[in-house]
């Protein structure tokens, strides 16, 4: 019998039954998927100052809560997320997340009270649980496993990439656009119409490119009942319960930078005098610089993680994490010049960790539940966004600026001693469920 010969990304190579053509329009649309995840930070930022007009010492508070109320969303509909794109299609959860991502776009410099945030970010948490799970779960689907850490890593440089661009594109067209003569709220308005756009445009993308169905024949498929429980069932094996640890400070790491980060560069640039364009503007500069690190430095750790045990690489990134965020300490002022180094640091580490989490549970996953599992994985990262940033917002209004950096900080340090343990203890061996990860996909 032929073997069908291996279909490759430059040295990536895919796994059975994906095609180039999925391939080249998953890596544009990881490109644009936590780029406009995450300009609702941005924009949420400008929101608060400039059409609302909510004091500065309201602001952690506030933007702690927003994230908290979306990650008890995103908790609720993470699970039933993954059975439908166990069940349905990845494409089409995909792209119905980039439509509600674009919805709450369209709504939000329309509010008028800070109420109305909080009810627009409804739509943006189930948004985010459709392109967060569809995102988590082709990712496993579309590497063979000898190229999951570069495939990882390359996604990690894009979605670094596309925070970049949509940040510091449209995070600094307000202030353009009010130079150009518009006002500051008709400023907001056009900027978030136009993000509202891209996801349009990336919600065809994934329906039209990406690879039909889900990877198993029909009656291969467990029931909706097994794939309900299969996700937390599965964290009986240690390696996917450290990888649902890793997810939790992961995505927790990941929402402090674009929160706090933000905020605290924002507030302090408004402290010397600017106006609220101009310090968002300056605020997103240490948020890009972060990523900007990150990005360089993912191709780099990706083919490194295909060479180590999985957990062993997991400890490694706990520490690259825990110094990127204790260093915070030794920084009073983020608009300083030596800032640039601890943000390098930053984003260094909390590349690292995503990185590492993802590998570690794409190898684990199994064929047939993976939506589900990458859907429990996510909920333990909602988990870790809920509870830092609610704790982190009121630290950093009550405490100091840093204080959400040090708590997240202190979770690595945890965590590496787990990941230390589950190396020792659980040295993983090739068995028959892993092998079948690269059997051919099959769509309905």
Request: net charge neutral; proline share 5%; hydrophobic share 55%.
């Amino acid at each position: 019998m032929n073997q069908v010969p291996a279909i490759k990304l430059g040295p990536i190579v895919l796994a059975p039954g994906v095609e180039a053509r999925h391939g080249w329009s998953f890596l544009v649309a990881a490109f644009l998927t936590v780029g406009m995840m995450t300009f609702v930070t941005i924009g949420q930022t400008y929101v608060l100052n400039e059409h609302l007009g909510i004091p500065e010492s309201e602001q952690g508070a506030i933007s702690g809560d927003l994230v908290f109320w979306t990650e008890i969303v995103t908790l609720l509909f993470f699970l039933p997320a993954g059975i439908l794109i166990d069940r349905i299609s990845r494409r089409s959860v995909y792209a119905v997340g980039f439509l509600l991502l674009a919805l709450t776009y369209v709504l939000y410099p329309l509010a008028e009270t800070v109420d109305a945030l909080y009810y627009y970010r409804i739509l943006y948490g189930l948004g985010v649980v459709a392109v967060a799970g569809a995102l988590s779960t082709v990712l496993v689907d579309y590497p063979a496993e000898q190229c999951r850490g570069k495939l990882v890593a390359l996604i990690g440089v894009l979605s670094g990439l596309g925070i970049v661009f949509t940040n510091q594109g449209f995070g600094a067209l307000p202030e353009q656009l009010v130079a150009a003569g518009f006002d500051g709220d008709s400023a907001g308005r056009i900027t978030h119409f136009a993000v509202a756009g891209v996801c349009l445009l990336a919600a065809l993308l994934v329906q039209i490119g990406l690879k039909a169905g889900v990877p198993v024949a029909r009656e291969q498929r467990p029931s909706v009942r097994q794939l309900f429980v299969s996700g937390f069932s599965e964290a009986r094996n240690p390696r996917v319960a450290l990888a649902y640890s890793a997810a939790f400070i992961a995505r927790g790491d990941q929402s402090v930078n674009a929160t706090f980060l933000i905020l605290w560069g924002t507030l302090a640039a408004k402290a010397t005098g600017m106006s609220s364009a101009e310090a968002v503007m300056n605020g997103t500069l240490i948020f890009v610089i972060a990523q900007i690190s990150a990005l360089v430095w993912a191709p780099i750790l990706g083919p490194m993680l295909d060479r180590l045990d999985r957990a062993t690489g997991l400890a490694i990134c706990m520490v690259l994490a825990a110094i990127g965020n204790l260093s915070l300490l030794l920084l009073d002022n983020p608009l300083e010049r030596i800032g640039i180094l601890f943000f390098v640091l930053l984003g260094i580490g909390q590349i690292s960790v995503f990185l590492a989490a993802q590998s570690l549970i794409g190898q684990e996953a199994p064929l047939t539940k993976r939506g589900s599992v990458l859907g429990a994985f996510n909920i333990s990262g909602a988990f870790g966004i809920l509870l830092i940033t609610l704790v982190g917002g009121r630290l950093f209004d009550a405490v100091d600026p840093r204080a959400p950096f040090v708590v997240v900080g202190v979770i690595n340090i945890l965590l590496f001693l787990a990941s230390l343990a589950v190396r020792l203890r659980t040295p993983r061996l090739p068995d028959a469920r892993q092998a079948g990860t690269d059997n051919p996909d099959v769509a309905p």
